[in-house]
């Protein structure tokens, strides 16, 4: 049994369908008698709608429909809410505009949803989503930060003065003042993270469907966190209670935070599903998601470093600004606050670090959590910072490094910015990372490209992250509106094979390989008899999702005390089976023994006896054997690890190479390695993708020049190296199964490594800055201005 | 105007009515329900809609379904036959070619059409005939490693 159990790179049980066609994605769900939606979306960034004439389009022979945002108005439909407030320096909260599905006055964004159109087939939909009518008065907008932020800017909203949402601090200001009158050597950056849109290859698609009968409705959705679903668009927007609202996320074909929110389409569906009482499906083409799916990253940041003559960070000072789109999106604020600058410690032992943020409106897609989510903008400016900083020390990236690690004896540690890190060996890491990339070896292979005209660089990074999210009680002192716990229901059938119902939700990590591996762990059982339930509350009690790398450290925990439960009730079946105490049984290998003795009983036995309770325990123990457990976690989870990046760079061109990736990375205790491991190249190229490839462009008036994916460089295989993985484990110290989590870890340690690599490569030409993404323009406009 | 197209559809003859307008891909997926073949995108950029057309890949979202009239597609559903998954299937799975899946149906059939041109392919040509596939999950590693292992496996090599 130990063959599939934690530990083992189990091949994957989901896979087979996957592979033979035969996954269930929204899309591919059709409903009898179903309608197609087109949304007609604003043209403009901001405009105030003077009026829609719908009559062309509900002219057009099989169209049902047409709504608008009046129409929803009138119903009392609510504004999609807002799941985290934030508070300003001077304690006020953050200003928190509406944010109603449909626009009825004012559009914000090219893309704000005007007008729904239901028709009896996706082409007739969109055909007469064209000849709706909308009557815009076009209004100035801000399409950047920078626009955004100067004097007698526009306003995206009338009451959020200078387009400010909220001016956020964290750290102490006072000791950083001090710590750089005391400093020796300083070193300063400026520094944008560029904006950046998921693309998971799924595009979104929700269905909406109306039972006159039972007055129930249900909702097909591309959604990472079904339940979170459930209670935002129920509680909050359409006031349906949970009985009554079913939620499904079947196969989901990647997130990576895109499908976390609470989007419009969800409860325009839903909605439009009972006014016309036919099922109703929306599908976003590409070019819709570009301008609907919540975009990540976007920020704009100077930050300053105090040292000591040895090169010991004294004080770390950081002022960014931070784009938050047009309207709140579910987690938006969280984002750029408190999963980013509680990371600006790092992995180093700076006592004194003060930040603020200004979060602020611009006339574009609501930006939200974006894989990492805070904590790669927090990496790729501190990595950055350093390495600036091992310049001004003259010492070397990896000395600097090391004089400043937190040392395992320092654990746990609190950092000057709220997190305690429970556990962690940097050093042990980067250790790993400069063998296996041969770092030693580097200068000899420097000099053969140089013999062939090209620049080699390399490049460190080192990284921590807080995930595991979150526990709930530290989560809504800071301002969460929800519980981040996780639930687990372990169901064993009479006959020995388990159901497991997770509040997790896989769309590409591997649960139901990985959870399976658990229960085998915990109960003996045969891995294909166990059969993993996600993605729908109406078979799972109660979940919060998957984000934020938490599925293992959360809902994985969760799993496994229900599984102690289950033992727990098992070796009670098996006493009195075997005319023992409860005490004296053991449970391995899926047989409870009487200790000491040959008398045993099977665990299918002990299933059947508890569901044909002829010889059970009545008088003290209920029939049945199924348990649920709800996790809620004690800490994050600090993940870190070490990344180098080699990169050749043609100076003719600017062409940037990454001809070597090496990641060493501490993810605690590794279920299935060689799911650990497919996740860390996922991430590692989503990381170079930021660096190299990727940028979210608009234009001056609010137009998304990089709108579909020609336009938009998502890495393809010939982009990319294969990545050298490797890890070193200090188990998680505050959970039961010492997991950290493992999904973000390349998207944060990736982009400063190829950055801090591309611009090793260029020092010779003096360049000591480049801004991601690192395009050949960018870098060869770069060398010809330093020469 | 309704246009009538027959054609062979992983070894069964089909015909439906179609719009002129209307594209290979939404043919196989509408009014065949084969919905193995995804649409990730609409500019031609994601290859998640390959299929085979008379044996050759083609991105179904590319061509309008009355040019298939006549022809043979093979699909995913099609790929692997008596219940036994094909070996550039079975390489897919015990690589983790795969992550959420989504691309997973047209990054097959597209490596399958690479091993008929090229049936010993090297890692930089894989990775070359797979720009037109794009992969959002894996980085493409355990892909460029899968398709390998799976044209050994169809050479006779595993």
Redesign the interface.
């Known amino acids: 049994m130990t063959d599939n159990g934690v530990g083992a790179s189990v091949r994957r049980k989901e896979d087979h369908r996957f592979i033979t066609g035969k996954g269930q994605y929204v899309d591919d769900i059709n409903r009898p008698n179903q309608l197609y939606v087109s949304i007609v979306r604003s043209p403009l960034a901001h405009a105030r709608i003077r009026n829609v004439d719908a009559s062309g389009a509900l002219a057009v022979p099989g169209v049902a429909a047409v709504l608008t945002g009046a129409d929803m108005a009138a119903d009392g439909i609510g504004g999609l809410p807002c799941g985290w407030g934030i508070h300003n320096k001077d304690g006020s909260p953050m200003v928190e505009p509406g944010h109603p599905p449909l626009a009825a006055d004012v559009v914000r964004y090219v893309g704000d949803q005007v007008a729904v159109v239901l028709a009896e087939s996706r082409a007739i939909a969109k055909d007469a989503a064209e000849l709706v009518e909308v009557d815009y008065e076009e209004l100035p907008a801000v399409a950047s930060l920078e626009a955004a932020s100067a004097d007698g800017a526009p306003q995206v909203w009338d009451d959020a003065p200078g387009n400010i949402c909220f001016d956020w601090e964290i750290g102490d200001s006072s000791a950083t003042e001090a710590a750089f009158a005391n400093a020796t050597k300083t070193a300063s950056i400026d520094i944008v993270n560029n904006r950046l849109i998921a693309n998971a290859m799924e595009p979104r698609s929700a269905i909406g469907e109306y039972d006159t009968g039972r007055d129930e409705h249900t909702l097909y959705t591309t959604s990472q966190n079904p339940h979170v679903i459930r209670l935002l668009m129920g509680a909050f927007v359409m006031g349906i209670p949970e009985h009554k609202l079913r939620v499904i996320a079947p196969d989901v074909g990647g997130g990576f935070g895109s499908k976390i929110f609470h989007y419009a389409e969800e409860a325009i569906v839903t909605w439009a599903a009972k006014k016309v009482n036919r099922p109703v499906k929306w599908t976003a083409d590409r070019s819709e998601s570009f301008i609907s799916d919540a975009h990540g990253r976007d920020h704009i940041t100077h930050a300053e470093l105090a040292m000591d003559d040895d090169g010991k960070f004294l004080g770390l000072r950081v002022s960014t600004r931070a784009n938050l789109g047009a309207y709140l999106s579910t987690f938006g604020p969280s984002v750029p606050t408190y999963l980013y600058a509680t990371l600006l410690a790092g992995t180093y032992k700076t006592p004194a670090i003060y930040a603020e943020v200004k979060g602020m409106f611009t006339n574009t897609v609501p930006v939200d959590a974006y894989r990492g989510a805070g904590r790669p903008e927090a990496s790729y400016l501190l990595e950055r910072l350093v390495d600036r900083a091992a310049k001004v020390a003259g010492l070397d990236p990896i000395e600097i490094r090391r004089r400043n690690f937190i040392q395992p004896e320092d654990f746990p540690y609190a950092t000057p910015v709220a997190l305690e890190y429970d556990t962690g060996d940097y050093e042990a890491s980067v250790d790993q990372a400069l063998e296996l990339a041969e770092y030693d070896a580097f200068e000899s292979r420097r000099q053969e490209s140089e013999a062939r005209g090209k620049l080699r660089g390399i490049g460190v990074s080192t990284y921590i992250e807080a995930c595991g999210i979150a526990p709930s009680n530290v989560a809504g002192a800071l301002g969460a509106r929800a519980g981040l716990y996780e639930a687990g229901t372990v169901r064993v059938n009479p006959t020995g094979s388990i159901t497991v119902l997770t509040g997790s939700h896989s769309h590409g990590q591997g649960h139901e390989t990985t959870f399976a591996q658990l229960v085998t762990e915990a109960l003996g059982v045969d891995f294909d008899a166990v059969e993993i339930v996600h993605g729908d509350t109406g078979k799972v009690p109660f979940g919060m999702g998957t984000y934020g790398s938490r599925s293992a450290a959360v809902g994985g925990v969760a799993l496994v005390n229900a599984l102690e439960k289950i033992r727990t009730k098992a070796k009670k079946i098996a006493a009195h089976l075997l005319e023992a105490s409860d005490e004296d049984i053991e449970f391995k290998d899926g047989k409870l023994t009487v200790a000491g003795t040959d008398k045993s009983v099977a665990f299918g036995d002990v299933a059947m006896a508890a569901y044909v309770p002829h010889n059970y325990p009545l008088d003290t123990l209920e029939p049945g054997l199924e348990e649920t457990a709800f996790y809620d976690p004690k800490n994050f989870t600090f993940p870190s690890g070490c990344h180098i990046c080699e990169v050749e760079v043609d100076p003719d061109t600017g062409v940037v190479d990454v001809v070597r990736f090496t990641a060493a990375d501490d993810f605690g205790r590794i279920i299935n390695p060689m799911i650990v491991e497919g996740q860390v190249h996922g991430g590692v190229v989503q990381g170079i993708g930021q660096a190299l490839y990727e940028e979210c462009v608009y234009d001056a008036s609010g137009q998304l020049s990089s709108g579909t994916m020609m336009d938009y460089c998502l890495p393809k295989a010939d982009h990319v190296p294969n990545i050298d993985v490797t890890t070193n484990v200090t188990p998680c110290t505050h959970n039961i199964l010492g997991v950290k989590g493992c999904g973000e870890a390349g998207a944060i340690g990736a982009p400063p490594a190829v950055i801090n690599a591309v611009v090793n490569a260029l020092a010779g030409h003096g360049v000591d800055d480049i801004a991601m993404p690192a395009t050949p323009q960018r870098v060869w406009q770069a060398i010809q201005a330093a020469n | 105007m309704p246009t009538k197209v027959s054609l062979t559809l992983n070894g069964d003859a089909v015909s439906a009515e179609v719009?002129s307008?209307?594209l290979l891909v939404?043919l196989i997926?509408?009014k065949f329900?084969?919905?193995?073949?995804?649409?990730?995108?609409?500019?031609s950029?994601?290859g998640?809609c390959v299929v085979h057309v008379d044996g050759r890949s083609v991105k179904s979202c590319t061509m309008l379904a009355v040019q298939a009239d006549g022809a043979d597609i093979t699909?995913?559903?099609g790929?692997?036959t008596g219940g036994e998954?094909h070996p550039m299937?079975a390489a897919?799975?015990?690589h983790?070619g795969?992550?959420?899946?989504?691309?997973?149906?047209g990054m097959?059939m597209s490596a399958l059409d690479l091993v008929r041109v090229n049936p010993d392919p090297d890692e930089?040509e894989?990775?070359?005939w797979?720009?037109g596939?794009?992969?959002?999950?894996?980085?493409?590693?355990?892909?460029?490693r899968a398709v390998k292992a799976g044209a050994d496996a169809m050479r006779g090599e595993s």
């Open positions: 719009d307008r209307t939404e997926r509408e329900l084969n919905t193995g073949t995804h649409v990730g995108c609409d500019t950029q994601c998640a699909t995913i559903e790929v692997a998954l299937q897919f799975r015990e983790h795969l992550q959420c899946g989504f691309c997973t149906p097959i930089a894989i990775r070359e797979l720009e596939n794009l992969c959002r999950c894996t980085g493409y590693q355990n892909i460029v």
